[in-house]
């Protein structure tokens, strides 16, 4: 069964700091692996995917991830955080005949002014 | 606004009651998928269909729960004899795979609970 573990369930950062959330994987095959973002009461938004076209993944607002399998991580960064940035983030791996996704627990983030 | 929908997008109730829910997907996508979000939590897997087949249930699916998808585009999650656990958010994603990439995109959720 695959798997995704994201370490730390709260980051804070300062308002232009560098973000890093952290993801790992498991999997017994090639993987494909997503990043997710949620706002308050919302439903998720797709911020980048990795379907083994590239190791470095750009997404959109700024986020970029890579995939390093000696690693099995997809660890999402950005160079300099807003304070719109504040939202909760989810890695997310497909698997399955179905392809559902299966999810990390979350990180919540925090942008400091 | 092309996206996918649900409604209601709250919805309370009293233990005991049934509920459904109601997904349009985006109208092209042929898959469409339930999830079932806890506080603190990331979605899990309930169910999937590929146009009006379902083809995927959840071991979290108990025999309460009851999916449809009749002409292979909405869909509709019931609940029957709600309970207190039932309570959550229930996300639907749908997708129209195209190469390797099975890119999910979801609805605002429906937020449900159970008193």
């Known amino acids: 069964a695959q798997s995704v573990t994201q370490l730390g369930s709260h980051v804070s950062v300062s308002e232009g700091a560098l973000v890093l959330l952290r993801c790992n994987y498991s999997?017994?095959?090639?993987?494909?692996l997503f990043w997710y973002v949620q706002y308050p009461n919302q439903g998720l938004q797709l911020l980048l995917k990795?379907?083994?076209?590239?190791?470095l993944v750009k997404g959109i607002n700024g986020f970029e991830a890579e995939f390093k399998k000696s690693e099995t991580s997809f660890h999402l960064t950005k160079p300099s955080a807003h304070m719109s940035d504040a939202a909760e983030y989810f890695c997310?791996?497909?698997?399955?005949?179905?392809?559902?996704?299966?999810f990390g627990s979350g990180t919540q983030l925090t942008v400091l002014p | 606004d092309t996206g996918v929908s649900q409604d209601p997008r709250h919805k309370i109730t009293k233990r005991g009651q049934n509920v459904t829910f109601r997904c349009d997907p985006i109208?092209?996508?042929?898959?469409l998928y339930w999830y079932r979000q806890t506080l603190g939590q990331g979605p899990e897997f309930l169910t999937y269909?590929?146009?009006?087949?379902?083809?995927?249930k959840s071991r979290l699916l108990s025999d309460r729960f009851s999916a449809e998808r009749p002409k292979g585009s909405f869909s509709t999650l019931e609940i029957q004899r709600t309970e207190q656990g039932d309570s959550a958010m229930y996300l639907c994603?749908?997708?129209?795979?195209?190469?390797?990439?099975?890119?999910?995109?979801f609805g605002p959720g429906t937020r449900l609970t159970v008193l």
């Open positions: 994603a749908s997708s129209f795979p195209q190469g390797d990439s099975n890119e999910q995109f």
């Open positions: 269909f590929q146009n009006e087949a379902q083809l995927e």
């Open positions: 999997s017994s095959v090639p993987p494909y």
């Open positions: 997310a791996v497909s698997s399955g005949s179905a392809r559902q996704l299966t």
């Open positions: 990795y379907t083994s076209a590239a190791t």
């Open positions: 109208s092209e996508h042929n898959r």
